[in-house]
């Protein structure tokens, strides 16, 4: 190692202690449906996702690994945070139904996240609607959704550690999380779909997989 | 006397307190090569260029300027400097991005989104970092090579904090709550 790379190496060192340390902070949780949600996709060689939480560069680079799928990156919540910043929030659902470009049935999986606690409830209904547009028949949407009464602020990165295991990241958010949706409104709001597989977390939040059923005349 | 002068210059871009390794500070005058290579090896196009049109190159190229239309650097790396503002297609072995990009990336290698660093448009590129406070709006295709198989799915792991609520952790079918 010459001097100019050891020299280099020392000036990198916080930066990247400071990296470490921020990653241990966060909390890591346990993930149920991850794993069902990725064996959905895997049987497709050239799957496409839409991933609708903040842009996780690790993330990007972990689906891309372990599916070789096309990421679609649509931060829903960086729409949401500039309409509240502007004062008009009522602009949402509009927005929300333009904004996915994607033809129909084109996309064999969403990763939701806890996205639809942030929005109201016709923002949730325009959102519901478009995803289940844009998703494939077979396809699989993942959403997590809080069940207890909402407190903190923020919004939550949730960056993949392995199938098993998310960690969570808070950052700073406009609006907090919206009253906590029922069962039967979840289930309403993707009506179309049907559940797959559901799984109620320590942390107060619930982990739904969808499934795009295949109709007769779709086979 | 130039030869000393010479000797104590540093070369082209290199920090002034930080020689190379192996040159021997005012006892010998440094080879040339070096600096010369590196100049050859690495373009840079300044802040207050302004280009419009096709760019094509066959060495790596710094961008702190502006640049609308076609970038193609097939073989070689193409840095987006942290004053670089692009409006283009863009093509190249590995791009860096330190600056602000719109329009589609596809690099036969890596494309790199540093911190602050900004993409909106399309990535096709078989490895993709994008680092935290990175801006990026688009799509990723990270194509598997013809062949190759799929990414074996990772050995669970143990959760540090936290596990599922009804039942044991090792018999997930219990865990399954109805709706």
């Not at chain 1, 409830?121 to 207890?148: I, Q």
């Not at chain 2, 297609?89 to 990336?105: D, L, M, P």
Request: aromatic content about 6%.
């Amino acid at each position: 190692m010459g001097l100019l790379d050891r020299i280099s190496t020392r000036k990198i060192e916080p930066e990247s202690a400071a990296v470490v340390t921020a990653a241990v902070d966060d909390p890591v949780f346990s993930t149920k449906a991850l794993r069902k949600f990725l064996a959905c996709l895997r049987s497709n060689e050239s799957a496409a996702l839409i991933d609708l939480g903040a842009v996780v560069g690790s993330n990007v680079t972990f689906f891309g690994e372990q599916l070789g799928c096309k990421i679609f990156v649509q931060d829903i919540l960086a729409d949401l945070d500039r309409l509240i910043r502007e004062g008009r929030p009522e602009a949402m659902p509009a927005l929300l139904r333009t904004r996915f470009s994607e033809e129909s049935s084109s996309i064999d999986g969403i990763l939701c996240w806890d996205v639809f606690d942030y929005l109201d409830r016709p923002s949730a209904r325009a959102l519901a609607d478009e995803l289940t547009r844009v998703l494939r028949p077979e396809g699989a949407l993942l959403g997590f959704f809080g069940t207890a009464q909402p407190r903190e602020r923020g919004y939550t990165k949730y960056i993949v550690v392995d199938e098993t295991t998310l960690r969570h990241r808070s950052y700073a958010a406009a609006r907090g999380r919206q009253s906590a949706l029922a069962n039967r409104d979840i289930i309403q709001l993707f009506s179309t779909l049907r559940v797959s597989d559901s799984f109620l977390l320590q942390n107060n939040l619930r982990e739904i997989l969808f499934r795009k059923p295949v109709w007769e005349g779709q086979k | 006397m130039w030869k000393r002068d010479e000797a104590v210059r540093p070369a082209s871009g290199q920090p002034t307190g930080a020689p190379p390794p192996s040159q021997s500070v005012g006892t010998s005058a440094p080879r040339p090569e070096p600096a010369h290579h590196m100049e050859k090896d690495n373009v840079n196009i300044g802040k207050s260029v302004v280009i419009k049109g096709e760019l094509n190159g066959s060495e790596d190229l710094t961008i702190e300027g502006h640049v609308e239309g076609t970038i193609q650097l097939r073989d070689h790396v193409l840095t987006i400097g942290p004053n670089g503002r692009i409006k283009a297609q863009v093509f190249a072995k590995a791009v860096i991005v330190q600056g602000e990009v719109t329009g589609n990336v596809t690099a036969s290698d890596k494309v790199d989104i540093r911190d602050n660093g900004s993409v909106d448009g399309d990535i096709v590129s078989p490895r993709v970092a994008i680092a935290e406070g990175a801006h990026f709006r688009g799509s990723v295709d990270m194509q598997r090579k013809a062949g190759a198989p799929p990414a074996q799915p990772q050995k669970p792991a143990a959760p540090a904090a936290q596990t599922a609520a009804a039942g044991a952790p090792q018999a997930p079918a219990a865990q399954r709550v109805g709706v």
